[in-house]
């Protein structure tokens, strides 16, 4: 089951402005990634924090995490067309049967137009 | 080779069909995934193999058979398939199992688009 919820579910931006995507869960997790998509094909691993860190960047990118409000963001800093994609933020649960294993969110599509 | 590559890249069959998809890794992964992908949807876990044994199977229907034949291969078989099974199919790996501390990243192939008529 999805325990994940992006917002929002599309982004339409214009180059150079930054996009802010929000990713909410319900449970404990060990850490939580982002993940983008271009259109239909396979996944690319942006970032990861762990459930003890509070923010990390890596170029253009800045995660956050709010463990005590199970919620995390990603800004894109002066984005590029090349930026358009589908992002996924994905929960390593903390607990259960299914520990630690990849549980995705429904995604924010995102528009950068030139 | 930090690369996870999958054929067919896209495949169609009919319902009485039996075929077979492949992914392939040679990075010394000891865990490697399926996941199915419907359009607009996020992926969903379909199996989890760790060191070569299947370890989890997220209640998918006997009609996908997964099959891990060494460390570096990883096929799922397909047996009467219906319409409703039609997506894109994902192998992805990761260097430990997830959920034993070791948590990192997952490495996804390019997928494979299966459509059942």
């Known amino acids: 089951s999805q325990q994940g919820e992006e917002d929002p579910q599309a982004l339409s931006i214009q180059e150079g402005e930054n996009a802010t995507m929000n990713c909410s869960y319900k449970t404990s997790i060990n850490n939580l990634q982002w993940y983008r998509q271009n259109s239909g094909r396979g996944l690319v691993h942006l970032i990861l924090?762990?459930?003890?860190?509070r923010e990390k960047h890596s170029g253009r990118l800045r995660v956050t995490l709010d463990t005590s409000k199970k919620s995390s963001s990603l800004l894109i800093t002066a984005s590029r067309a090349a930026d358009t994609a589908s992002y996924f933020c994905?929960?390593?649960?903390?607990?259960?049967?299914?520990?630690?294993?990849?549980?995705f969110g429904k995604g924010t599509k995102l528009s950068v137009k030139p | 080779d930090t690369e996870v590559t999958q054929t067919p890249k896209h495949l169609v069959m009919g319902m009485t069909n039996k075929k077979s998809l492949k992914c392939e890794q040679h990075m010394g992964h000891r865990a490697m995934y399926w996941y199915k992908q419907k359009a607009k949807k996020p992926p969903e876990l379909m199996f989890v193999y760790s060191y070569e044994k299947l370890s989890i199977n997220e209640s998918v229907p006997s009609r996908f058979s997964p099959e891990c034949p060494n460390s570096s291969l990883l096929n799922l078989h397909l047996h009467a398939l219906q319409p409703e099974d039609s997506a894109l199919y994902l192998c992805a790996s990761s260097q430990e199992p997830m959920g034993q501390g070791l948590d990192g990243e997952q490495f996804f192939g390019p997928g494979t688009r299966l459509t059942v008529l």
């Open positions: 924090i762990r459930s003890n860190e």
């Open positions: 994905a929960t390593a649960l903390a607990y259960g049967g299914s520990q630690g294993n990849l549980i």
